[in-house]
């Protein structure tokens, strides 16, 4: 790997940062983070912020490095937020010494981070939730006319700069499908019906023991449901479950995505540190 030119915190091209030197004194001694704990960063990454809250289509600038001021509370206490979580062993045990910022240009907060780092470790990141999809996501976030545009309305998406906008459109197409499936056949089941029979379904295909809670409740889907209604509903709500395999497969795909972008900006870090800590 070539290395990047060395910057000094004078440079103008640079805000105010760590001087260089005094931040490679402060890791020479860390170890390196593990594949395991590499991995393990980067999904608490995805999830450590309710990142739908933001611009999903727009995306923000993370910055990945070694923070040496991370490290155990002595007082031993159970970490209550993030800043807790960070100076607790769990978080040592778990991700080593990794640790990230994240926000626009403008704001980004990374005044300890050096300015070699600011740019080696920077990549532009469009992060989900892992239980949530991206249409969801979207119409949280109150975002009208990007919905719109996206469900096919013929509106012009102004400013979006997402790499992977034809496939967030095709998530928008499945979802499209599922919701309109289930439209159609609310006007001929009633929702408890048809939350009757997913469950009834979900229950054989469990193929276990059942609990006498579950048995319970299993009779009394019964009750609200015959077996030839059952029947008839069976395909139906297969085909909503697929529509709605579907759409997550793809909403996956983004995931791993940015995941996978992540861990590559991650080892390309990784490789810097312990290129200079070979420098005599």
Same mark, same amino acid.
């Given at each position: 790997?070539?290395? *990047? ?8 091209? @640079?805000?105010?940062?760590? *001087?260089?030197?005094?931040? #490679?004194? $402060? ?23 309710? !990142?739908?809250? =933001? ?16 490290? *155990? ?16 062993? =769990? ?5 080593? @010494? ?21 740019? #080696? ?7 989900? #939730? ?7 996501? /979207?119409? !949280? ?5 990007? +919905? ?36 159609? %056949?609310?006007?001929? !089941? ?17 193929? $276990?023991? /059942? ?28 085909? +909503? ?17 940015? %995941? ?21």
């Amino acid at each position: 790997m070539s290395l *990047p030119p060395i910057f000094s915190s004078a440079d103008p091209i @640079y805000r105010t940062v760590r *001087p260089l030197d005094d931040y #490679l004194a $402060q890791i020479a001694s860390l170890p390196m983070p593990s594949d395991e704990q590499i991995d393990q960063f980067c999904y608490y990454v995805m999830r450590d912020h309710s !990142w739908y809250k =933001g611009s999903i289509l727009r995306g923000k600038n993370f910055i990945f490095f070694l923070n040496p001021e991370l490290g *155990p509370d002595t007082n031993g206490n159970i970490p209550l937020n993030r800043q807790d979580f960070l100076r607790s062993a =769990g978080y040592l045990q778990m991700f080593g @010494y990794l640790d990230y910022r994240f926000g626009l240009d403008s704001n980004m907060d990374a005044d300890n981070i050096p300015a070699i780092l600011q740019e #080696l470790g920077k990549v532009r990141c469009y992060p989900y #939730l892992s239980n949530q999809s991206v249409a969801h996501n /979207l119409i !949280w976030h109150r975002n009208e006319d990007v +919905v719109e545009a996206l469900q096919g309305s013929g509106k012009e998406i102004e400013d979006v700069s997402h790499p992977d906008i034809d496939l967030i459109r095709q998530l928008f197409a499945r979802r499209a499908a599922w919701k309109s499936i289930l439209d159609d %056949e609310s006007r001929a !089941w009633t929702r408890e019906k048809w939350h009757a029979a997913e469950m009834l379904i979900y229950y054989e295909r469990k193929n $276990q023991p /059942l609990d006498e809670y579950t048995c319970d409740k299993i009779a009394g889907y019964k009750v609200l449901l015959n077996e030839d209604e059952l029947a008839n509903l069976r395909p139906r709500i297969q085909r +909503v479950t697929v529509a709605k395999a579907e759409e997550r497969l793809a909403y996956d795909m983004l995931n791993g995505q940015e %995941e996978a972008k992540i861990k590559a900006t991650i080892n390309k870090m990784l490789v810097w540190v312990a290129e200079m800590r070979l420098r005599p």
